[in-house]
């Protein structure tokens, strides 16, 4: 048998290609934060994690422009070798007080952040325990380990509870949730996730890669609860609210330690440049200088749920700027997101696996700088499709 069969038989993408409906990899020809330019037609961007619209402020830029002309355009190592910089440092310094944590440890992505940290956290005999929503990068981590991995309901923290109660109490168990879920824009319930977790002896991580920069003015999901100490282990990304690329784990110093003399994907990947650490840096100073765009962000995000609700759409339940129109129908999913498109509106189609059989959807996300006359647009144009495709 050709190990390459399933590569030639895979036909899906190019019949979609085909129908002018394929949703994914559109090149941009210009992206300026709320707009984007696509086949030479400007839209408005209501698809991206740019949450606090920190890509194009000033300071930001500049701050990446200016490391580069410092310290060129790459470190050419790893952070174990010859990949750190007084930036690295001084970012994980920032980091750990902004998401209240004794240390934090700089990766080259959010991915690596979760393969590396869980992996090298959950050995033999270890358990962790996800939620089905949690995100892939998190599955892998899971994978990696050499540990065994169980599952409870989304959100069902009763489930969480019938799950630990069934682990030996000699396994070392860690609970890996989301703090708020990427495709419906949901929040864990995490008060009672760190109850669960502190009555079975597990250790909690919590993903704030959506979270960060959103939620507890913008110090992710445990600020949110006003929770001090419950949380074990906080990640975050920079390629969201911190308007860069690159990730980072959080926690008690002997953890983190630990995490940096074992996590692979750290240690064999190449670190981020120094102008990805300028603007992650110089963002992280935005958002505390200007907390108002955290205030605008969740106006824009509950304006949105509110008027699409209004017009008929199921958002699920969204709490936050990432609002689903849940449609349940891949080829129906296909058709709103082009005609969206073609309407100067651009979201994301999220289909299963993604989200769960019957739970399609059009992920749209909102950034504290869309204007009002951009989301009526966005209203406007959902309106249209709703009635041109009989989904309202």
């Known amino acids: 048998m050709d190990i390459f069969g399933k590569a030639f038989r895979y036909t899906q993408a190019r019949e979609a290609m085909a129908s002018g409906l394929y949703p994914y990899f559109l090149p941009m020809e210009g992206n300026e934060g709320t707009t984007a330019v696509i086949d030479g037609n400007p ?69 690596q952040v979760n393969l590396g940290s869980i992996s090298a956290l959950v050995g033999r005999g270890d358990v962790v325990v996800l939620d089905k929503a949690d995100h892939a990068s998190i599955v892998d981590g899971a994978r990696l380990g050499w540990g065994d991995v169980e599952r409870f309901k989304h959100r069902d923290v009763g489930d969480l509870e019938r799950v630990l109660a069934g682990i030996p109490e000699d396994r ?10 990427s495709m419906e824009g949901d929040i864990a319930p995490l008060p009672e996730i760190v109850e669960a977790s502190r009555a079975r002896g597990a250790r909690l991580m919590v993903d704030d890669a959506h979270a960060l920069g959103v939620l507890g003015g913008g110090r992710g999901t445990a600020a949110h609860f006003g929770l001090d100490g419950g949380v074990d282990l906080i990640m975050g990304t920079f390629s969201k609210s911190l308007a860069s690329l690159g990730g980072f784990i959080a926690g008690d110093g002997d953890v983190i330690h630990y995490i940096q003399h074992h996590a692979r994907s750290l240690i064999f990947s190449a670190s981020i440049p120094a102008a990805n650490a300028a603007a992650a840096l110089a963002a992280l100073q935005v958002m505390r200088a200007e907390p108002e765009r955290i205030e605008r962000l969740h106006a824009n995000g509950a304006k949105m749920r509110e008027g699409l609700r209004a017009l008929g759409y199921d958002t699920g339940d969204s709490e936050t700027p990432v609002v689903p129109v849940v449609i349940g129908d891949d080829m129906t999913v296909l058709l709103a997101w082009k005609a969206l498109l073609e309407r100067g509106v651009y979201v994301n189609a999220v289909l299963a696996p993604a989200t769960p059989p019957g739970r399609q959807l059009l992920r749209t996300s909102y950034m504290a700088t869309h204007a009002d006359e951009q989301l009526d647009q966005v209203l406007d144009a959902f309106e249209a499709v709703g009635r041109e495709l009989d989904l309202v």
Do not use: K
């Not at 310290?71 to 998401?99: D, I, K, M, P």
């Not at 070392?172 to 879920?181: C, F, K, Q, R, S």
């Open 172 to 181: 070392g168990v860690l609970v890996v949730v989301d703090g708020l879920y």
């Open 43 to 111: 839209v408005i961007m209501c698809g991206s994690n740019n949450y606090l619209g920190l890509t194009t402020h000033p300071d930001v830029r500049e701050a990446a422009v200016e490391a580069t002309r410092e310290y060129g355009t790459s470190c050419t190592g790893s952070r174990f070798l010859n990949g750190t910089l007084e930036l690295h440092l001084e970012l994980e310094r920032q980091l750990a007080e902004w998401v209240g944590m004794e240390a934090a440890l700089v990766f080259s992505t959010g991915m």
